[in-house]
């Protein structure tokens, strides 16, 4: 085999292996459980480098009942400013299915305005997830 087939051949098995992450339960609410994906949490990265007390992490919200849109699970995008103590949705898609599977009903790309964090509350659990063990910060 030559190295760059090999070569290929390995980086697209690390892409898989970004791909089939491990989701990670955090909490529940009286209809949610809450998961976050450890693998894929990052920095977030500006227009030249990466903003130290800035970190997105990936979450799913797995209902036990479907929402009015027949959404059973959604898929977000979260942004922590762990020096301040705040969140906003970057990203968000609904699904038809639990664990952000079946059919995606619904995207938004456009992020929310920031959020301060509530204590006791499922951004708050992961806030504490992103901020104290990835970054180090709080």
Excluded at 33 to 42: A, E, G, K, S, V
């Amino acid at each position: 085999m030559s190295r760059r087939v090999l070569g290929a051949l390995l980086f697209s098995m690390a892409g898989l292996a970004c791909a089939e992450s491990e989701w990670v339960w955090y909490g529940r609410t009286y209809e949610s459980n809450f998961y976050y994906d450890p693998i894929n949490i990052r920095q977030s990265v500006g227009l030249l480098t990466k903003t130290p007390n800035l970190w997105r992490a990936w979450t799913i919200e797995d209902r036990s009942r479907p929402t009015v849109l027949g959404a059973r699970s959604e898929r977000s995008l979260y942004e922590y400013d762990c020096s301040t103590n705040r969140f906003r949705v970057v990203q968000q898609e609904l699904y038809s299915d639990a664990m952000a599977s079946g059919h995606r009903l619904d995207r938004v790309t456009r992020p929310s305005d920031w959020i301060a964090v509530i204590p006791n509350t499922a951004p708050s659990l992961l806030g504490k997830v992103v901020c104290e063990e990835f970054s180090g910060s709080r």
